[in-house]
């Protein structure tokens, strides 16, 4: 698959729903510790987001990264906007910053 059509592709998915998440497994089965983490705080905000699982395509995986300029994984999207990694999301959520953020851009949380 060229660049292009994987980058249209994630183009597409980032701003299909409010919130993304790629991730290293699926919600209820994350296949590594920083995966995991997002997961967690995103069920436990309460907000509805999609997932992707990047273990799946390898396309992805690699496309990801250069689409946000990003090199680890997970990666969270909010309203098609690149919010962060496990860390920038832990750190965000710690703070409150994160229901700010979904409470700015008129996604609902629970």
């Known amino acids: 698959m ?6 249209d592709r994630i183009g ?3 701003n299909k729903d409010d919130v993304v998440l790629f991730m290293k497994g699926t919600p209820i089965f994350p296949q590594c510790g920083f995966s ?3 997961a967690q705080v995103l069920n ?3 907000v509805k987001y999609e997932s992707y699982n990047v273990l799946e395509d390898f396309d992805l995986r690699e496309g990801i990264k250069a689409y946000s300029d990003w090199p ?3 990666q969270l999207y909010v309203k098609g906007d ?5 860390d920038i999301i832990r750190e965000m959520f ?9 409470a700015d851009k008129g996604v609902k949380a629970a």
């Open 82 to 86: 690149f919010v962060g990694g496990c």
């Open 36 to 38: 995991s983490v997002v």
């Open 44 to 46: 436990h905000v309460g």
């Open 2 to 7: 060229s660049d292009q059509s994987v980058h």
């Open 12 to 14: 597409e998915y980032v």
């Open 94 to 102: 710690e703070s409150g910053e994160l229901q700010q953020l979904f």
């Open 72 to 74: 680890t994984i997970p």
